[in-house]
Each structure stands twice: as C-alpha cells, then as structure tokens.
C-alpha cells in the first residue's frame, strides 16, 4: 500500500467508526477538518499572517533579485555544488525525516494510537500536528505549480517554494505556540536543519527554503489559533513567555 493511501485508510477508519462507540464524540475534530483548514486560511488573512508572508517574501526576493553578497541564491548553490559540509547520509536521512508524507503519516498514526488509548495529548498532536501539515501541503503545492521554478540540480521545476521545509517548519511553529518554547525551539532547530540540507543536496535555492519556512510557520499559527478560537471551551487559557513572543497558552481539554 502506497503512503498517501495507508494515511487515507487511518482516516477513514477514524471517520468511519459507529457513532454508538463511547469513543465517537472523540472523533468531532477529525470530521471538521475541512472547516478547520477554511479557519486556518483565515486566520492566515490576518495580520499575523499576512506579516509573516510578508517577511518571508521580501527575505526571499532580496535573496534571489538583491545584490547581497552573503545571502544570494545562486552563490550559495554554487558554493554547496562543491562543498557538502553534512555528506550524503546526512542529507538523505534528513530527506527521510521532513517529507511531508512521512511526516502526515505519523501525525494521522499519533492521532489514531491516542484515540485507541485514550491519550488526550497524543490525540490533539497528532490532529493539530494533520492539519498544519495539510494547510501548509496545499499552498506549497499551488505555488509549485504557478511559480514552475526549474531546481538547482534541474531534475524538475518545483523549487519554490520547498516542500520539506515549509511542513517541518509548520508542526515547529504549532509545537511553539501550544507546547512552548521547551518543544518548539528544539523542534525549529530540526526544522532549520532540514532546509538547510534541502540546499546541500540541491533540491532548493536558499529563497525556496526561506520562504518555504515562512510559509510553514504562518501555517502552523494558524491551525493553532483557528482550533483555539472554534473551541475556547475545549482549552484552558494562560499567559506564557517563550522565544516565540508572549502570549497566551492552552491545554487542550
């Protein structure tokens, strides 16, 4: 069975289960997934949002257009082309780690194995962690398509924005603003990690993964907030103070 498929049959075995299970209210976020994606481009329209698409974009511009020595596209492919610091293993494996299947099929296998024990945590990460990896998928994958960037290896022209990273920078940022800074701060260094060695391995120019994470942050801040803001009974509210900002934390009930 291929990936997309064995994720399709998680969620449709959730979506799917009889309403008369004592577990079937459980299921009420899976079946408003839709709506949840519809709130989370909202949100993405908010001020927030549209500063952080803002940013990202001018980073990535001033990378590809500007005359900056230091953070110009094309020098730094040049430079990877023949220096790779991290090696082929390294990249490979970290190809493996931020594929945004891998990285949907454990979010939907994390849901599933809180529902069927019970653990209210791993249940609401793996369907947060779902959805911001699905707002983020869609968007990079229309920008593949309307941007038709040719890559730095030339295998195909899907290079802006990266894919890789816009995801892992997504379940980053969502780790951030719901679990704090103990969570999202290491998860954010993984995630930068992962781009950069979309670089090393020329998939991207250093603008595709720019934007790729800006992308994905702005995902995962909007999946958090539209869930926050659909069910403030389902959350308990506190002030927190992380590297990510002040502000307010949840628990998810």
Sequence with gaps: MSLPRAVAAILAALL????????ARDITGVREFPFDLIRGVREELRTEGILTFAAAGALAANSRFGESAD?????????LETHQPLGRDVTNAADVIGYPGVLMAAMAATYAGGWYGDNETAKEAG???????????IQTLILKVSVDRLRPDETDRQAFPSGHTSASFALASLAGSRWGWKIGLPSSMLAAFVGYTRMERRNHYFSDVIFGAGLGIASGRAVYKGRRNAYPD???????VSPFGAGLSVRFR
């Design 71 to 79: 953070f110009d596209d094309f020098r730094i492919a040049r430079t």
């Design 16 to 23: 799917l289960a009889r309403p008369g299970d004592a577990r």
């Design 127 to 137: 369907l947060l962690g779902f959805e911001a990896l699905s707002l983020a998928g």
């Design 234 to 240: 389902r959350y308990a509210v506190s002030p927190y």
